[in-house]
């Protein structure tokens, strides 16, 4: 069983940056997919940013050119590195294994203008 921990969040200024972990127990974590989703209030669930286990990245269009995730299969843990925020990334954020199909608790980001 997948578990997985998520920090990094919190609150930061318009044009600031923030960086999410997503540590996961498990061996499955090195031949995974793993992504970054988000939700705001009232509003679905959305994709944010994904990395295959070769490293192919593909990302919201919203984000892409400020959002970087990565993985480190020696540490069994995924990063979203978000810079130039914009209140409309606000939202609490989940780590998803693919091949568990396995999500995180979440942690909120919130960007203030």
């Known amino acids: 069983q997948v578990e997985l921990v998520e920090s990094g969040g919190g609150l930061v200024q318009a044009g600031g940056s923030l960086r999410l972990s997503c540590a996961a127990s498990?061996?499955?974590?090195?031949?995974?997919?793993m992504g970054w989703y988000r939700q705001a209030p009232g509003k679905q669930r959305e994709l944010v940013a994904r990395?295959?286990?070769?490293?192919?990245?593909n990302y919201a269009d919203s984000v892409r050119g400020r959002f970087t995730i990565s993985r480190d299969n020696a540490k069994n843990t995924v990063y979203l590195e978000m810079n130039s925020l914009k209140p409309e990334d606000t939202g609490v954020y989940y780590c998803?294994?693919?091949?568990?199909?396995?999500w995180g608790q979440g942690t909120q980001v919130t960007v203030t203008s």
């Open positions: 498990g061996s499955i974590f090195s031949i995974s997919a």
């Open positions: 990395v295959t286990r070769y490293d192919t990245t």
């Open positions: 998803y294994v693919d091949m568990s199909r396995t």
